[in-house]
């Protein structure tokens, strides 16, 4: 076994244009700012945090959002009240309804305008025996 020790993980979504992901994302609630002056309004990368958690946007200008295959899963402590604040951002085209799912966690799909998959849980509360 290596001895390293993982820190953090990153994962980089493919975008069409960083600029308006950009954007996108910072209405969802995400921190965002952006890397490579191409001397356009469309840098060509892009750097997303929430707390521990960070996404990277790379410019793919040829991308066809329903090919996509990205995804990301991210944790997060009260899916409910997150699904309600992005509905309030404006998001609903791509967002399915919370569910309880059979392996213990409720969560739902966000796919971003790119075609980029967010699956968003939280563990179910404990049922005492």
């Keep these: 076994m290596i001895a390293v020790e993982f820190k953090r ?3 980089v979504f493919p975008v069409r244009n960083v600029s308006v992901a950009l954007a996108h994302y910072r209405r969802l609630g995400f921190e965002g700012t952006a890397y490579g002056d191409t001397g356009t309004d469309d840098p060509e990368y892009g750097f997303l945090t929430w707390g521990p958690v960070s996404l990277h946007l790379a410019r793919v200008p040829n991308l066809n959002p329903k090919t996509s295959a990205s995804a990301c899963y991210l944790y997060v402590s009260d899916v409910d009240a997150l699904y309600a604040a992005w509905q309030v951002a404006g998001v609903w085209s791509g967002l399915t309804l919370p569910a309880d799912t059979p392996y213990g966690l409720r969560e739902f799909a966000y796919i971003d305008l790119d075609g980029n998959l967010l ?3 939280s ?5 005492p025996a």
């Design 9 to 11: 993980v990153a994962p």
């Design 119 to 121: 699956r968003v849980g």
């Design 123 to 127: 563990p179910l509360p404990e049922v």
